[in-house]
């Protein structure tokens, strides 16, 4: 069987979610400020690769080496003849610039985007996330109060920048207080959730020296954090008996989610389920999504009550697509956060995301250099995430 890519996996699973967002008949839907949007012709499209780095050098994962210091984004800059500017990451491969701009310049935006509904051509998803920051432009609105809010859902946000960097450097390990230290400097940016990765024995580790490690970091983290929320990701490094075994190492401490212990599967989340409905996690949210997208098993899970959290990619799956399906989850009582990692932008369209549309419980924090995008009022304060009540995203690109 061909093994498909993280992209191609996301691609699948925006076909299948998101068909009704890019239909032609969306451009017909009612949309109560398209009369706004017809002046303006998209009159140009450029690329800009935008550098993010990281405040620090980010580690292993249970799956991943050393993460390094952070991406350049190609993100995609949209002009109309009207003197309007919207741009955001691009959703698809730069080297399909010219057939992009094929296909928008000298068209009204109002045959791209509905308001409503989100990017209405198919073949424009690469721009969506720019699309949406353009039509807030236009229309004088921050893009959560596009989406439908009165006024913003906010949601707390955690640090996703909690790896393995007690095994760094490889030659001399420095150790559990590396950890430690990041996740000071994480609180100090105004984080209250700590997102930990765990799952040191899936590769880096003996399964036993792992497991211990990975229950001694959690452990210390919460001693030396008791105000902050932890979250643990084990990037499909278990199984569900050390998944299990994990959790008898930390208990009594509290957990928000459960992230992706292993790859997606009705069996196994069921069990693990039963055992921390009985265990003392009764509370405590279980979360997947991100990385295989096996839709059927997801929505399956949903619709039993066992999975909590949807994680599909804010980019990777495109911001139509999860306006789409979000009220498919409100119907099976599953909340969402976007993943975000990498990319602080991908932050801030996350938190615009839930904060349009509700239905979110968290907010995936990536902490980034502000050298070449400012980002205005979409900080953290009292351990959430704010949005800007600026038109599009708020968010200013330096030098555009």
């Known amino acids: 069987m061909k093994t498909l890519s993280r992209r ?10 998101g068909a009704l967002a890019f239909h032609d008949v969306a451009r017909a839907a009612d949309d109560p400020l398209a009369a706004r949007l017809p002046g303006h ?19 292993k994962n249970a799956k991943r080496d050393v993460h390094g210091r952070g991406p350049t984004v190609t993100v995609a800059i949209l002009k109309t003849d009207q003197g309007a500017m919207g741009w ?12 992009l701009r094929g296909l928008v310049i000298g068209r009204p935006v109002s045959e791209i985007f509905n308001s409503t509904v989100g990017t209405t051509l198919r073949d424009a ?14 229309l004088g609105q921050p893009v959560w109060e596009m989406l439908g809010a009165e006024k913003p859902h906010l949601y707390p946000v955690y640090s996703g920048m909690v790896y393995f960097d007690d095994l760094e450097p490889k ?10 230290n990041n996740c000071a400097a994480d609180r100090e940016l105004g984080y209250r959730q700590l997102k930990v990765k765990i799952g040191r024995g899936n590769r880096w580790m003996s399964k036993e020296d792992g497991l211990k490690r990975d229950v001694e970091v959690v452990r210390e983290i919460h001693k030396a954090f008791p105000d902050c929320e932890l979250l643990v990701d084990g990037n499909d490094g278990f199984n569900v008996a050390t998944a299990i075994a994990f959790l008898k190492g930390i208990e009594g401490i509290p957990l928000f989610w459960i992230e992706e212990p292993f790859v997606e599967s009705v069996a196994a989340w069921t069990e693990l389920h039963a055992w921390t409905r009985t265990h003392g996690w009764g509370k405590t949210l279980l979360a997947d999504g991100e990385q295989h997208n096996d839709i059927p098993v997801l929505e399956e899970l949903e619709a039993k009550g066992i999975l909590n959290v949807r994680l599909l990619d804010i980019v990777g799956l495109g911001f139509t697509p999860w306006r789409a399906l979000m009220p498919k989850l409100v119907k099976t009582r599953t909340v969402s956060s976007p993943h975000a990692w990498g990319s602080g932008l ?8 839930v904060a349009g549309l509700g239905n979110g419980c968290t907010v995936e924090g990536v902490s980034c250099s502000h050298e070449h995008v400012d980002f205005g009022e979409n900080v953290i304060r009292d351990g959430k995430m704010q949005v800007s009540n600026k038109p599009g995203f708020g968010l200013a690109l330096r030098g555009a």
Do not use: F, M
Request: with cysteine; aromatic share 2%.
């Open 88 to 99: 955001g990451e691009l959703g698809g491969n730069p080297k399909d610039l010219e057939k």
């Open 125 to 138: 998803q690469p721009l969506d996330i720019a699309l949406h920051d353009l039509a807030g432009v236009i």
């Open 171 to 180: 030659d001399k390990p420095v150790g559990i207080g590396q950890v430690l």
């Open 346 to 353: 991908k932050t801030i369209y996350a938190a615009h995301l």
């Open 8 to 17: 191609q996996l996301l691609q699948r699973a925006a076909c299948g979610i």
């Open 41 to 59: 012709k998209i009159q140009s499209l450029d690329l800009k690769p935008v550098p993010l780095p990281w405040p620090r050098l980010v580690g």
